[in-house]
T-cell receptor, first 113, second 110 residues
Framework: DAGVTQSPTHLIKTRGQQVTLRCSPKSGHDTVSWYQQALGQGPQFIFQYYEEEERQRGNFPDRFSGHQFPNYSSELNVNALLLGDSALYLC????????????FGDGTRLSIL | AQSVSQHNHHVILSEAASLELGCNYSYGGTVNLFWYVQYPGQHLQLLLK??????LVKGIKGFEAEFIKSKFSFNLRKPSVQWSDTAEYFCAVGAGKSTFGDGTTLTVKP
């Protein structure tokens, strides 16, 4: 039974570029949450998707957007990248709207030059 | 706004020592509390959770946590740690839109 898978593992971008990160939830899960984890800090909630809609959002600017597909997989898009966007981006899956994250992926390490 | 404070950044213990990691929270709604663990080289995983009822909750691998409403605390405990408990531990509040603390790194010396 596959857990949460994220791609790519690592990514290097320059300021002003755009990036798309991908996540496949654990089999049987229908809800995907995205988190940003800066070095030495805990994960910060970006948003949660359920039934292909953004259900909850954290304190992140509109440059951060997402999408959920009918197969429950999800994408996180970040536009106009800033140096401060360098972080580990975690995807977590769960069952049901508003559910707490149950299973996390290994994350995508995004570095902005 | 909800927030979580983990008092200890790094804890070092010898095997068989008792463990208590502090967690204090502020939250305006129904309190849902969690502890997550991240073992070296592995992904975050849920250790235990509290929604309601018995304030003493038991999780995997012999961990437990006690919800004390009057102190806004949800401390993690284990009577006797093992070398394999070396990991980073995160406290979180709120289901769905979870707020995490900055984590406590636990090192257990054999």
């Amino acid at each position: 039974d596959a857990g949460v898978t994220q791609s790519p593992t690592h990514l290097i971008k320059t300021r002003g570029q755009q990036v798309t990160l991908r996540c496949s939830p654990k089999s049987g899960h229908d809800t995907v949450s995205w988190y940003q984890q800066a070095l030495g800090q805990g994960p910060q909630f970006i948003f949660q998707y359920y039934e292909e809609e953004e259900r909850q959002r954290g304190n992140f600017p509109d440059r951060f957007s997402g999408h959920q597909f009918p197969n429950y997989s999800s994408e996180l898009n970040v536009n106009a990248l800033l140096l401060g966007d360098s972080a580990l981006y975690l995807c977590a899956s769960s069952l049901g709207a508003g559910a707490q994250p149950q299973h996390f992926g290994d994350g995508t390490r995004l570095s902005i030059l | 706004a909800q927030s979580v404070s983990q008092h200890n950044h790094h804890v070092i213990l010898s095997e068989a020592a008792s463990l208590e990691l502090g967690c204090n929270y502020s939250y305006g709604g129904t309190v849902n509390l969690f502890w997550y663990v991240q073992y070296p080289g592995q992904h975050l995983q849920l250790l235990l959770k509290y929604f309601s009822g018995d304030p003493l909750v038991k999780g995997i691998k012999g961990f437990e946590a006690e919800f004390i409403k009057s102190k806004f605390s949800f401390n993690l405990r284990k009577p006797s740690v093992q070398w394999s408990d070396t990991a980073e531990y995160f406290c979180a509040v709120g289901a769905g839109k979870s707020t995490f603390g900055d984590g406590t790194t636990l090192t257990v010396k054999p």
